[in-house]
């Protein structure tokens, strides 16, 4: 009995369905029955009770679903805290990024940690926030810099920075004739949307700028990564939406241009990026790096001076450290 036949059975006594328990632990379907196949063969008890239309958990199941968490807990618990050890005298600082904070403000202040701290060694992954999270709470990254998160964690959470919102569209669209549009102009174009699936922070935030204004986009397509996005606006399918930070990315035929008139407050989730870290950890690189975070990250990138008055109370040192810089 390994903790990887443990973990796909708890899949399947959770989803009560192959195929969601498969996805949810990134196996094939035939793949994750076969491991749960296994287990009952070892332990000599049927733990399902398999129909073609329905998984039931046996008297077996039940006993052991209990224990089988317990168990993955322990295991955990266990490869946390070894982690932790390792890290606490390495000199290796690991840190995760979402894309508003990898293609924005992080390369400087990766540059002039580095120059302050000739010594250290950066391991950087890029992702999005909930696997980041994962990783975090797995003790296999020391800081990372994601959405707020969407449900408890054990970790702390800061905002370092609001990202304002831009049109994407062709070059020759008449919306482009001026140097800004309002939420209203948008009404009734054609719109390509971030994933609602992979994406979700970013579908939100779309739904949520057209809330604004009493309505919902026209979607006609959506994407994943922006590079598509750009490459469905310079195909005329249609507009979209970005953070401010995409203004930076050229793309033949394809022009930004700011919203006016829009200061949504408090930020909508999807619009914040803040750093997360283990307070109980104690790792003098992750708290020097936070602490150039907080010197060097301004809230917003834009040149008008912006006051958002109702950030949330407990994120009101992280406005206050964003702003300093």
């Avoid at 990134?26 to 398999?50: F, I």
């Avoid at 739904?207 to 750009?230: C, I, L, R």
């Avoid at 005329?236 to 035929?253: E, F, K």
């Avoid at 008008?304 to 008055?309: C, K, L, M, N, P």
Wanted: net charge positive; hydrophobic share 45%; aromatic share 6%.
């Amino acid at each position: 009995m390994d903790l990887r036949q443990l973990k796909c059975f708890v899949a399947v006594a959770e989803e009560l369905h192959f195929g969601k328990a498969a996805e949810r632990m990134g196996l094939a379907p035939p793949a994750l029955s076969r491991q749960v196949r296994a287990l009952e063969e070892e332990l000599g008890a049927s733990l399902l009770a398999r129909t073609t239309r329905s998984v039931n958990l046996t008297r077996a199941g039940l006993l052991l679903l209990d224990e089988a968490k317990a168990i993955l807990a322990r295991a955990d618990h266990a490869a946390r805290h070894v982690r932790e050890a390792a890290s606490s005298t390495s000199k290796v600082l690991r840190i995760g990024a979402i894309d508003g904070a990898s293609a924005s403000f992080l390369p400087q202040i990766l540059t002039e940690f580095r120059q302050r701290y000739p010594g250290s060694h950066i391991q950087f992954t890029e992702a999005m926030t909930a696997p980041q999270l994962q990783m975090l709470d797995a003790g296999k990254l020391d800081l990372c810099l994601v959405r707020p998160p969407r449900r408890q964690v054990d970790c702390a959470f800061e905002i370092l920075r609001v990202e304002m919102p831009l049109v994407v569209m062709p070059e020759t669209h008449p919306l482009a004739r001026g140097d800004a549009v309002t939420m209203r102009d948008l009404v009734g174009e054609p719109f390509i949307v971030p994933s609602r699936r992979v994406r979700p922070y970013a579908y939100d935030l779309v739904m949520t700028y057209f809330d604004s204004v009493g309505t919902v986009p026209n979607v006609v397509q959506e994407v994943t990564e922006k590079p598509a996005m750009f490459a469905a606006v310079a195909a005329g399918i249609g507009l979209a939406l970005a953070p401010d930070w995409t203004a930076a990315m050229s793309w033949p035929g394809v022009t930004t241009r700011r919203l006016k008139g829009l200061l949504l407050d408090p930020p909508p989730d999807g619009a914040l990026v803040g750093v997360a870290w283990r307070p109980h950890q104690r790792l003098a690189a992750r708290d020097a790096f936070l602490s150039l975070l907080r010197e060097r990250v301004s809230l917003t990138s834009d040149d008008r001076a912006i006051t958002f008055r109702h950030l949330p109370r407990v994120r009101r040192r992280a406005r206050r450290a964003a702003t300093a810089g």
